[in-house]
T-cell receptor, first 109, second 114 residues
Framework: DAKTTQPPSMDCAEGRAANLPCNHS???????VYWYRQIHSQGPQYIIH???NNETNEMASLIITEDRKSSTLILPHATLRDTAVYYC??????????FGTGTSLTVIP | GAVVSQHPSWVICKSGTSVKIECRSL??????MFWYRQFPKQSLMLMAT?????????EQGVEKDKFLINHASLTLSTLTVTSAHPEDSSFYIC??????????FGPGTRLLVL
């Protein structure tokens, strides 16, 4: 079963930062936080992952709280192409992923 | 890098026939491959985990005799839906993971059973 809780939907204005929260209060010490997104009728796309430190790449930033019980994915300048369902998953590296319901992000012009 | 392909991208078949879906990691060796199923407006559901050269591990409720998985090489896994029925119509997605790495997903295969 999924170990994460995300809001079902969010809106964000184009050009603004999109902050997507995820709760994972039962995360274990060896479990990473992974973020993926799925655009309609496509396979999920990897965004970013981290263990306990904040991470940043060309797509997004990942902020993990010190107690690791929650995290936030930040898309710094949302575009219309960022409209998708975003999934937060916690799992040990290389292990099975159990997807929750994700957050449907709509970027509004 | 980290590209995963699936073939076919969509397939329509008659009830009672078998359908094979291929999943390939194009630029890395995949120690482990995973198969998921996704129904409309739902999330991805893990079906099985396969490691190269060994039998697949199926999730609870997934019939191993109906969904045959073969992982014969480090770049190829196949899912065969045997004796397909309309309720098997779904979006099937594979992912591949290099050793101790994250998962990279294929584009998915849409199956319609008439």
């Amino acid at each position: 079963d999924a170990k994460t809780t995300q809001p079902p939907s969010m809106d964000c204005a184009e050009g603004r930062a999109a902050n997507l929260p995820c709760n994972h209060s039962t995360i274990s010490g060896n479990e990473y936080v992974y973020w993926y997104r799925q655009i309609h009728s496509q396979g999920p796309q990897y965004i970013i992952h981290g263990l306990k430190n904040n991470e940043t790449n060309e797509m997004a930033s990942l902020i993990i709280t010190e107690d690791r019980k929650s995290s936030t994915l930040i898309l710094p300048h949302a575009t219309l192409r960022d409209t998708a369902v975003y999934y937060c998953i916690v799992a040990p590296t290389g292990n099975q992923f159990y997807f929750g319901t994700g957050t449907s992000l709509t970027v509004i012009p | 890098g980290a590209v995963v392909s699936q073939h076919p991208s969509w397939v329509i078949c008659k009830s009672g026939t078998s359908v094979k879906i291929e999943c390939r990691s194009l630029d890395f060796q995949a120690t482990t491959m995973f198969w998921y199923r996704q129904f409309p407006k739902q999330s991805l559901m893990l079906m099985a985990t396969s490691n190269e050269g060994s039998k697949a591990t199926y999730e609870q409720g997934v019939e191993k005799d109906k969904f045959l998985i073969n992982h014969a090489s480090l770049t190829l896994s196949t899912l065969t839906v045997t004796s397909a029925h309309p309720e098997d119509s779904s979006f099937y997605i594979c992912s591949a993971s290099p050793l101790a790495g994250t998962q990279y997903f294929g584009p998915g295969t849409r199956l319609l059973v008439l």
